[in-house]
C-alpha cells in the first residue's frame, strides 16, 4: 500500500472514531416567559425576608438556572398553591433571582 493511501484511511478512520466517541451537545438549558405584569425576582425562595431584585413581564423571557421545592408556598392566582420556586435570568434586563412557579411558564 503506498504511503499516500496509507495516511488518507488512517485520517479517515481517526476522523470516524473521533465522530463516534465525541461527547454529545449540551442541551440548553429551558426557557421560558413570565405570566404576569410586575413579577417580582427575588434574592431567596420567599416573601418575608428576600429582597427584590428586579421584575419580570410577559415576553422578557427567562433561562432556568435552577430551583427550590419545599419553599415557602405561595397562592397562584388561580387558586392553586405552589411551594417550587424557580431561579430564573430574566432574558430583557439580566436580573437573576428566584420566582414562584405560580407566575412563570417553560415554553
Known amino acids: 500500500m503506498n504511503t499516500k493511501r496509507t495516511a488518507v484511511t488512517a485520517a479517515a ?4 472514531l473521533g465522530t463516534l466517541f465525541s461527547s454529545p451537545a449540551t442541551a440548553a438549558p429551558p426557557q421560558g416567559d413570565f405570566t404576569a405584569t410586575g413579577v ?6 420567599n416573601t418575608t425576608t428576600s429582597s427584590v431584585r428586579g421584575h419580570g413581564n ?3 423571557g427567562y433561562t432556568w438556572m435552577g430551583g427550590q421545592s419545599n419553599a415557602e408556598a405561595v397562592r397562584c392566582p388561580d387558586g392553586s398553591v405552589k411551594d417550587h420556586w424557580t431561579y430564573v435570568h430574566n432574558n ?7 420566582v414562584s412557579d405560580c407566575f412563570i411558564r417553560e415554553f
Not at 478512520?13 to 470516524?16: A, E, S
Not at 417580582?40 to 425562595?45: D, F, V
Not at 430583557?92 to 428566584?98: N, P
Open 13 to 16: 478512520v481517526l476522523t470516524l
Open 40 to 45: 417580582k425576582i427575588r434574592s431567596s425562595y
Open 58 to 60: 410577559p415576553g422578557d
Open 92 to 98: 430583557r434586563t439580566g436580573v437573576e433571582g428566584y
